[in-house]
Every structure is written in C-alpha cells, then in structure tokens.
C-alpha cells in the first residue's frame, strides 16, 4: 500500500495548477447513462473515484474511453446499449457517489438495482432523500438484500421540497427529471457550483432547466436527450487544499488553472486569519507572509464554508494564534484527522461537533493514518510545516480525489515522495467494453 513521506519547513512557491473537480466530473459520468449518443467530458481528473466510475458505467455495457495528457483529460462515455442496469456493492461500497446513477438508471430504463452504500467514516449518508425524490416521480421503489430497487414506466415531473439540503441526491433526482413527463420543480436544492455545471451538461444535451445554482431548479421534462461535449469546472476543494498549503508554509504560491468565484467562504476566512490572497478570474495567489491569528469557523452547505475544507483549515488553524473553534455541521463524525495531528504535536480536543483547536503549536513529524479523502489531505498539509519527516499511510484516499498531489506539490518545493506501489500511470487508455 503506498505510503507519502513529506519533509516539512520548505515554503510553496511558484506556480500550481489545480484540475478539473472530481465532484462535477462524477454526475456528468452518470448524466452520460441518460442518452444513447456520445458524451464528450473534458478536464476529468485523473483520480480513483473517476476510475471506479469507468468500471461501474463499462459493467453496465457502455464504452468508456479515458484519455489523459495530450487528450486534454478527456473522456468518452457511449451508453448505446445498456446491458444491466445495476450497481453492485463491490464498486458503491468503495465510492457512495456511485449512486448518482440511481436518477438516470430508472429515467431510461425503467428500473435500476443500485447497492446501498452503508456507513462511512465521516458519518451515516442514507440516501433517503435520492428515494423520496424518485418516488415523487412515480418511481416504486423496493429495498431488499442492501439493494434499492426503482422501477418506473415512465417517471411524471412532481413538485419536490427536499427535507434537507443535499448535493448528490439533488444531482441525482435532477438527472431523473430531465426525461420525466411533463414539469418538475425541486426547491431546498442544493446550490453547489458543481449541481450548476451538471445543469450546464444536461441542457447541452438538450434538457430544460433552469435556476440550479440557486434553491429552486425548474425542469421541463423531454422525451430524449442526446450527445454533447462539455468541460468540466475546476476543482474549487483542490484549489482550497492548495491555497491553505500556500498559506500555512509561508509560502508566495500562484494557485492557477481555479474559479475564484467558487472560493469566496475560503478566502473571506482567510483574510480574517491575516492571509493575503490576490486573485485574477483564474488564479489566486496566497502570500504566507504575515503572522497568522485564529479564528472560528462553522461549515455550511454552499455558498457557505465547505465541509471539504475543514480539515484542511484546522491544519491552518493550528498554527494561528490564539483558539478557533471549529464547527462541524454537515457531517457527525468528520473529525478523524484531529487525533493526527494531536500525534503530531497539536492541541485539539473534540466537544461534540465542535473541535477547540489552540494555537499555536509547532508540529513535529510522525507516522499518520489517512481516515478519509479530505483528511488525508489536511495531514499532508500539517507533514509539510511539522519538523521531521511524516509518513501518511493509507494514501490511497487521497488518490481517490487528488491528481498526482506529490508531483505537483514537489514541483512548488516541497520535499514529499511516494514509497509503494504507483498509481498506473496513463497517457491514453485503451477503449473499455464491458
Ligand atoms: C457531496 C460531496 C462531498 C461533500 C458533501 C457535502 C460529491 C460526490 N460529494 O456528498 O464531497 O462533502 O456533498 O458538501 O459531490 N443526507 C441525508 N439523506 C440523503 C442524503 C444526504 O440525510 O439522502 C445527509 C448526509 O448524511 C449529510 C448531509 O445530508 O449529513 C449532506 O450530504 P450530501 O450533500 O448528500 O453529501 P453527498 O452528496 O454525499
């Protein structure tokens, strides 16, 4: 299992380029099972989760070509025929996103079996809110044997209100609305950048909606939709990772290749730690050069302060002055990097939802543990201002949601290897069949 070893105390400097968001990137993949005709993605990230998602849409008989480097992280998903229209829990239980395919499965099929995910390291994720929506579309929906099963001659546009706000469950029922009969309009929707890009894609390929990006999305419903090309949106968590990285090391760091707009919670808090940022429409440069003071932060759904970002930040926060009292409102146990860096010579203690970080304490090296993909990044952060050399086991985390995270950061001076096993690495792969 590969390993990242990271000597800390170089500061970032220079330029780093941030890819396209593996969280538009996967409700786009699924988008693809809504038509028969080619969808063209660019600016996928060479990631694990996009991997998975290659292996799910290729069992369910479509042709999945990944392209890498000259192809511009290019991908081609053809769902001409689809053989099964089912999930298994030997891909879903490696990835919870895989049931975005849920919506467009029964939208263009009639039926979808998709594995329930079960419990996650961060906290529970049912996925009631992607059930309730279908079946406000008329889809009856049937759970046996930790599979949900939906099944609808045709789905019928309803009126939706969400309990609560979610991101993939208003992807998922956005996607299955497209092909429904008549009007859908879902309100409480989530508002994440990256529910407005999948909009984007679907009224390429020929889907009306309107208002995604905002908390009431409108649908009218169409008989078919058909192929288009579309470029994925730039990481917005990758391009936080990397800013606070900047940040925190004292670096002078060019943060390019990012959607300011989409950063806006990040850098306000920011500003507030005492950290410089400037910004083009494309780039944000950080300049780690001024003393850092604590401040509180609480995550929210979008526009608000990221739950993707909060271990991150709390790497940040350990080296602020003064206390920041961090809270945690999305998930209920996403806490699992704090006794990390407590290994690492930091002082956080858990109350609940909140996390009492007191600053500032140098960070020492040590052998850590990767519990999620965001967590494993914050620890990655903390190896490269702590005194020493860190080992972060378990890496394959953040290769479910990083590209090639050592060589770009080795490329703005950082001192980190890759002990292990390598990702493969791919210039073009070869065309999938299933
Ligand atoms: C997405 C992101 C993830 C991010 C999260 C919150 C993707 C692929 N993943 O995850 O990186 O951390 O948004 O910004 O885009 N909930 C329910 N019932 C449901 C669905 C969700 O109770 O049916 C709860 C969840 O347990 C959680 C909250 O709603 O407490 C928000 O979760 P949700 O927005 O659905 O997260 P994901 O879409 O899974």
Do not use: W
């Not at 400097?13 to 396209?20: K, Y």
């Not at 939706?160 to 706000?165: A, C, E, L, N, Y």
């Not at 209920?332 to 109350?351: T, W």
């Amino acid at each position: 299992m590969d390993k990242l070893v990271i000597r800390g105390g170089n500061p970032l400097l220079g330029t780093i380029r941030v890819s396209g968001a593996k969280n538009a990137a996967l409700p786009a993949m699924a988008a693809a099972l809504l038509t028969e005709e080619p969808i063209i993605l660019e600016n996928v990230p060479q990631v694990r989760d996009i991997e998975t998602t290659r292996k799910l849409l290729a069992e369910m008989g479509a042709d999945v070509e990944l392209g890498y480097g000259r192809a511009q992280h290019r991908t081609t998903i053809c769902c001409r025929t689809l053989v099964s229209p089912e999930a298994s829990y030997e891909l879903v239980k490696t990835m919870r996103a895989s049931t975005l395919v849920l919506g467009p499965l029964v939208a263009r099929c009639g039926r979808a079996r998709v594995s329930l995910p079960g419990g996650c390291a961060i906290g529970a994720r049912p996925i009631d809110l992607h059930i309730k929506g279908l079946e406000r579309l008329g889809a009856s929906i049937n759970q046996e044997h930790g599979y949900v099963e939906a099944k609808a001659e045709r789905l019928r546009g309803a009126e939706i209100v969400f309990d609560k706000i979610t991101v993939t469950g208003t992807e998922d029922v956005l996607m299955a609305a497209t092909l429904a009969e008549g009007d859908t309009v879902m309100h409480n929707c989530a508002r994440e950048p990256e529910v407005a890009d999948l909009a984007d894609l679907l009224n390429k390929m020929g889907a009306h909606i309107e208002g995604a990006g905002t908390s009431t999305i409108h649908i009218k419903g169409v008989d078919k939709l058909h192929g288009a090309k579309h470029r994925i949106i730039p990481d917005r968590i990758e391009a936080g990772t990397f800013i606070v990285a900047g940040a925190l090391t004292g670096g002078d760091l060019n943060v390019a290749g990012c959607e300011p707009r989409h950063l806006g919670a990040l850098l306000q808090k920011l500003l507030e730690v005492g950290v410089r940022t400037a910004h083009t429409t494309d780039a944000v440069r950080v300049m780690g050069d001024g003393p850092l003071k604590a401040a509180d932060m609480v995550t929210e759904e979008y526009p608000g302060f990221p739950t993707d970002m909060q271990a991150q930040y709390m790497a940040l926060a350990t080296q602020a002055e003064g206390t920041s009292i961090i809270t945690e409102n999305i998930f209920e146990n996403r806490f699992m990097h704090a006794q990390e860096m407590v290994r690492m010579g930091a002082n956080i203690r858990i109350e609940g939802s909140r996390a009492i970080v007191r600053g500032r304490t140098p960070l020492s090296a040590a052998a850590v543990l990767a519990s999620d993909l965001r967590a494993s990044a914050s620890l990655v952060l903390a190896a490269l201002v702590a005194e020493g050399e860190s080992i972060i086991d378990r890496v394959y985390h953040i290769d479910r949601g990083y590209e090639h995270i050592e060589e770009k950061l080795k490329g703005v001076g950082a001192q980190i290897r890759r002990i292990g096993e390598m990702l493969p690495k791919r210039s073009v792969a070869p065309m999938v069949r299933a």
